[in-house]
Nanobody
Framework: QVLLVESGGGLVQTGDSLRLSCAASGHTLSTYAMAWFRQAPGKEREFVAAIRQTNTKHYADSVRGRFTISRDNAKSTVYLEMNSLKPEDTAVYYC??????????????????WGQGTQVSVSS
């Protein structure tokens, strides 16, 4: 079982930056692909970014160029650096761990372990 705990969310203004962290325990982080998803009120959970065991990275079109995902396996932690934040980035951000195939990275059902989420609110 993998336990994931997110932190770093908060209330910021348009154009600000935030860094989210996801601390993992219970299993060797390096054997998992890691991802960030988000869910806004009244909307489905959506893919934001993923980093595979090989450190290859994938991003949603809506965040590419503004967000950066990274991992530190020695610290069992995954990060999401968010720059140039927009009001439409407002959501609960969730960390996920799993071993999905490449074509299924954006599929919520393919990720077996989830954190409790951290709120990010961006004011205009």
């Amino acid at each position: 079982q993998v336990l994931l705990v997110e932190s770093g969310g908060g209330l910021v203004q348009t154009g600000d930056s935030l860094r989210l962290s996801c601390a993992a325990s219970g299993h060797t982080l390096s054997t998992y692909a890691m991802a960030w998803f988000r869910q806004a009120p009244g909307k489905e959970r959506e893919f934001v970014a993923a980093i595979r065991q090989t450190n290859t990275k994938h991003y949603a079109d809506s965040v590419r160029g503004r967000f950066t995902i990274s991992r530190d396996n020695a610290k069992s932690t995954v990060y999401l650096e968010m720059n140039s934040l927009k009001p439409e980035d407002t959501a609960v951000y969730y960390c996920a761990a799993g071993r999905p195939i490449l074509s299924a990275l954006t599929n919520v059902q393919m990720w077996g372990h989830w954190g409790q989420g951290t709120q990010v609110s961006v004011s205009s």
